[in-house]
């Protein structure tokens, strides 16, 4: 009997990854699987460990590139029962799956605010914690500065439940890596009245849309920041708008984003990654680090 067969969530063969990244580029996944709940969950990491087998865990895949053009195992948690949230007091759990979009206005309908910067990010709560996802205008603003505490799975398939200060949050990265899976979290908001959220919410949509490529597939921006400067704005001063390999492309609205014209592969995005960090360690002497994360 296959390994699978007691598992009661979703599976998948040959699964098409471009589907499930914002950034579109072509591979697959030999088994895909998507736990039922938090029991099956732990039923899968037990039969992979003690079977030994390897996977990747991916979010609702806005900030990855795949240079391999196949996985082996990937596990999504896209079931319904990680997307549930609820509000208590000042408090919003949510699942992990549960998307940036959808968490802002059920803290609004609860007249909580806070985490209106995330507006038009695009992904789900989990991913958003692993990377500390936030932004820069009009001051930096982080999602970990919200967490109460986070429900992990190690790879002993135990719960643990984790307190902001041992996920050691930072700029665009976090402690909580591959070795657990995020479940859940519980953020503290702030009470706020209805009108304040909405106007935060448009400022923030009308920023990125001004500023960002917003309508190509891409993985938003591709480096991070190096202290106190602006990758895009390195990358613009080096002359690199609109270059191009294979099918990807520096956009030519903001230089920090690479776009997919329809037919990139993982490995013309990341020699177009490499050809970035040449030019800007040449002429600035800056070594740009990815924000992306890359599956080799
Ligand atoms: N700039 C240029 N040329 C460009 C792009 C930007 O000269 O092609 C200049 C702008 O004119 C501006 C400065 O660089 O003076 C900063 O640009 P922007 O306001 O677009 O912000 P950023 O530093 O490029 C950061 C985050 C974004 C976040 C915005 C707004 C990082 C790597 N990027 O971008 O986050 O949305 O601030 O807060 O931290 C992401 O993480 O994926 C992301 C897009």
Sequence with gaps: MSWYKGLKGKILFDEPLSAHTSFKIPAKAGIWIEPFDLEDLRRFIKVARARDLDYVVIGEGSNLLFRRRRIPLVVHLGSPNFKRMSVEGNYLTAGAAAALGRIIQKAKQHGLGG????????????GALVMNAGTGWPRRREIGDFIDSIEVIDKNANVRLLHKAACGFGYRSSSLSSDCIITSATLKLKRKSNRAIQKEISGFLNYRCKRQDLKNPSAGCIFKNPQGVSAGRLIDRCGLKGRKIGGAAI??????????????SGDDVFSLMELIKKEVYKKFRFNLEPEVRVIE
């Design 115 to 126: 985490l209106e910067f995330l507006s038009g990010i695009p992904g789900a709560l989990g």
């Design 251 to 264: 956009s030519r609205k903001h230089a920090n984003f690479i776009i997919n014209r329809g037919r990139a």
